[in-house]
């Protein structure tokens, strides 16, 4: 164990603390759950400060419009946790940012990069990702959206659920079935479809939290030109797995765990019921002190995956050697603390905590509506990217070494 | 940066881990567990340089530090081993490097090294006790009564905590002291009731006895996360071999899901271990709530795969036919020593200021 830091390292984390002593009352406000509406020009001259300085699309390369660092995961690491620490955005998270660019750059053409990671990265092209349909959740490679192709066109038909953005995005990221007469996984392309093509209807899909966030998108005959698919033909399951490894890299956000232990524990020690803080009272601080105990094996747990990611990387490998049962753990864990958090938060707003009036506007929501929204939008975000039931059966298979389920007859 | 264990200490934990395999066998244990005699298994872990893990090489130990010493119990934890560790290897060194002058260091840390001095200790003065610590100085001797004393078995000495601060260091044969070994829920770690009526004790005040508490409380934990790493080994290898309705019940999703909760909450666990075990050598403001918290989330943590582990066993894992509840009651067992996670937390929040 040896914590310091290297000088490189070191150097960034000073760079990062003038950066938000000079320019941190620029940042949008964070927090209060979700994606709502379409970046406002606070979020996209912020989003450009920040790429200009490496502290986004750092190691996208210059020529596509990044800031051109070598990938160095601590380099991210460092800027998330300052930037949280700091309580300040860390730019755009869209689905666009963090799921199709690193695709892109590993499997798109030189023309599909150029043409789409620059407007992509400053937030001017959002993106919706179109995988679950009603009948494809957690067995998503069963997608019945399908594509011909006529005329050098790929026409499209279908429903796409779940769909975060959709409302307001540019473009969406699609898996559909152009080859079916092919096994399942084999029968999917990856195609990069225009929200404004004749035949797409968006639909918003009310949840929880009362944010317009979610939707149902409806493809009828829908068409796009046949070179608007990332790699080839029925090799769409291969893209998405590309993508899902770079988002299993994100390594989980402990970063958001810490924030949100210290807003608790001031939340208890502002709360006074009867003349005393809910900090002085031993029932309170003892749910705190457990839930504190989590995140610290959250944190150093993810230092640990850090540590041994860096190490792979300088041995050019995508993970650390010991990695696998680690990683596996990570969202599971991480993303069901991050609700147990916020549900202590709602039960030390008790009654007066009830009222319940979002806006369209994260920084107009009062503190007890913040609260209520992040603990329902993490309900959400424990069921999507693989709902949790779905993490256990991998962490049990892939980690543990347990059979998979055995097939039932007629399902492939 | 690095985070993770050296090579060194991946080697380490190999070795002892071989040797635990070899000789702590289920005959072993249920030996063990009737007659409380470590001797044999002990030299062969001197042998390993076990006890002489923290002392200083001045003084013919190895000088490792504490992470070391966290991971040795937690191998010792994995193998459900009968031990003196905690008090000889750990508790009573640390006592004597943090609170001793040189001359008691000179005398005792060298046949602490060798294996000759094994310590039983007695913390309840520090830990919230719920039994009887009634422990007081009287000029250079010690009265009073002590319940709950850890690791008395083949003990030369006792490692005393007291009210007022510092340790007393009593001889284990001196005539004015009468010994009450106690069975304990965990068959391999012995207790032991004392009641001393003016024995002769070295004093051992020169420092802080509460860090000597919070190193336990981490080998407590580290012990715990090993005990219950083994006890979903074992709870993936039963499933996989049981066979009901024709296939193994490791291919129900019921026994899945559960062995993956446990190895859920475990893994996080072993970087939270490095890092608090690490924090106690280094001047780390953080230390004690570390201790306190690790020592807490692993006390909740391995009753719950305790329990779960336990289940997947099914009716085999009720009876002592595969040995499993050796495992359950060293977890059990750990999680009231010390200090419970109740208590542990409410110190945390004490070492952070939290409370008014």
Redesign the interface.
């Given at each position: 164990?040896?914590?310091?830091?290297?000088e490189r390292?070191r150097a960034l984390q000073a760079a990062l603390r003038e950066f938000i002593a000079r320019y941190g009352h620029l940042s949008p406000p964070v927090g209060g759950g979700g994606g709502r509406k379409r970046p406002d020009r606070k979020v996209l001259d912020w989003q450009a400060l920040l790429i200009e300085h490496g502290f986004a699309a750092r190691a996208v390369p210059r020529q596509y419009g990044g800031y051109g660092a070598e990938p160095d995961v601590?380099d991210a690491a460092i800027i998330t946790e300052e930037f949280n620490k700091a309580g300040l955005s860390l730019g755009i998270q869209g689905q666009g940012i963090r799921m199709l660019v690193p695709t892109l750059l590993e499997v798109g053409t030189e023309e599909q990069r150029r043409r789409w990671i620059g407007p992509t990265i400053r937030g001017e092209v959002i993106w919706a990702q179109g995988y679950s349909e009603p009948e494809a959740g957690s067995d998503l490679a069963s997608l019945r959206t399908h594509a011909r192709v006529e005329d050098g066109h790929f026409v499209i038909n279908g429903q796409k659920i779940w769909t975060s953005s959709a409302h307001f995005a540019d473009m969406i990221f699609l898996l559909c079935r152009t080859e079916p007469d092919r096994p399942k996984h084999l029968g999917i392309s990856y195609l990069l479809v225009p929200m404004t093509a004749p035949g797409i209807e968006v639909r918003p899909l009310p949840t929880m939290t009362g944010h317009a966030t979610f939707n149902e998108v409806f493809f009828t005959e829908v068409r796009v030109p046949v070179d608007q698919i990332v790699l080839g033909r029925g090799e769409g399951w291969k893209v998405a797995n590309v993508t899902l490894k770079h988002e299993r890299m994100l390594l989980g956000d402990s970063a958001k765990l810490v924030h949100r232990l210290h807003r608790l524990?001031s939340l208890l020690a502002e709360t006074v019921v009867e003349g005393e803080?809910l900090?002085?009272k031993?029932v309170w601080?003892?749910r705190?002190?457990?839930l504190?105990?989590?995140v610290?094996?959250?944190k150093?747990?993810q230092?640990?995956l850090?540590?041994?990611a860096?190490?792979g990387q300088a041995q050019g490998q995508a993970q650390g050697r010991?990695s696998g049962?680690?990683l596996l753990?990570v969202k599971?864990?991480g993303s069901t603390l991050a609700w147990r958090l916020a549900a202590l938060a709602v039960d030390a707003l008790g009654d007066a905590g009830l009222p319940y009036e979002p806006h369209d506007e994260v920084a107009e929501d009062d503190a007890a509506t913040a609260w209520y929204a992040d603990w329902m939008y993490d309900l959400g975000l424990i069921i999507g990217g693989g709902s949790s039931?779905i993490?256990?059966?991998i962490?049990?298979?892939r980690?543990?070494?347990?059979?998979?389920?055995?097939k039932i007859n007629g399902s492939a | 940066?690095?985070?993770?264990?050296?090579e060194e200490q991946r080697l380490f934990g190999d070795a002892l881990r071989g040797f635990l395999a070899a000789r702590v066998t289920m005959e072993a244990r249920r030996a063990a567990a009737e007659s409380s005699s470590l001797a044999g298994f002990w030299n062969g872990l001197t042998e390993l340089g076990l006890p002489g893990l923290l002392v200083p090489e001045e003084h013919g130990g190895a000088g490792l530090g504490l992470?070391d010493a966290a991971l040795a119990a937690e191998a010792l934890g994995e193998a459900a081993a009968p031990t003196p560790f905690l008090g000889s290897a750990v508790l009573a060194p640390l006592a004597l490097c943090l609170l001793g002058d040189p001359a008691q260091q000179e005398a005792h840390l060298p046949a602490i090294a060798a294996g000759r001095v094994r310590v039983a200790v007695g913390l309840g003065a520090l830990t919230g006790t719920t039994g009887t610590c009634t422990l007081r100085r009287e000029g250079e001797r010690i009265s009073g009564s002590i319940t709950g004393l850890i690791e008395p078995a083949c003990a030369t000495h006792w490692l005393l905590a007291l009210r007022e601060g510092g340790f007393a260091l009593v001889a284990a044969d001196a005539p004015e002291v009468r010994i009450r070994p106690r069975r304990s829920l965990d068959r391999l770690r012995p207790l032991a009731d004392l009641d001393l009526a003016g024995a002769p004790a070295e004093w051992l005040t020169a420092g802080d006895a509460r860090r000597v508490l919070d190193a336990g409380r981490v080998m407590l934990a580290a012990e715990t996360l090993g005990a219950a790493r083994s006890m979903l080994d074992q709870a993936?290898a039963y499933?996989?071999q049981r066979r009901q309705f024709g296939?193994?019940i490791?291919?129900?999703?019921g026994?899945?899901?559960a062995?993956?909760?446990m190895?859920?909450?475990l893994?996080?666990?072993?970087?939270?271990l490095?890092?608090a075990a690490?924090a106690q050598d280094a001047p780390d403001p953080e230390a004690r709530m570390?201790a306190c918290?690790?020592k807490?989330?692993l006390d909740?943590v391995g009753r719950e795969v305790a329990r779960h582990a336990t289940e997947v066993h099914g009716g085999m894992g009720f009876t002592e036919l595969l040995g499993l509840p050796f495992w359950f009651k060293r977890i059990a067992a750990n999680r009231q020593l010390l200090g419970g996670p109740?208590r542990c937390?409410?110190e945390?929040?004490e070492a952070q200021g939290?409370?008014?």
């Open positions: 164990m040896d914590l310091t830091l290297s390292h601590l524990r803080p900090l002085q031993p601080r003892d705190l002190m457990r504190q105990g989590e610290l094996a959250a150093y747990h230092m640990r850090l540590s041994e860096a190490q010991d049962l680690g753990v599971y864990y039931n993490q256990k059966n962490i049990a298979e980690g543990l070494g347990m059979p998979r389920e055995p | 940066m690095h985070f993770g264990l050296s992470l993936v499933a996989g296939r193994t490791a291919s129900f999703q026994v899945k899901h062995c993956a909760d190895a859920a909450w893994e996080p666990c072993r970087a939270f490095w890092y690490q570390l918290q690790v807490a989330h909740e109740e937390r409410e945390a929040a939290l409370i008014a």
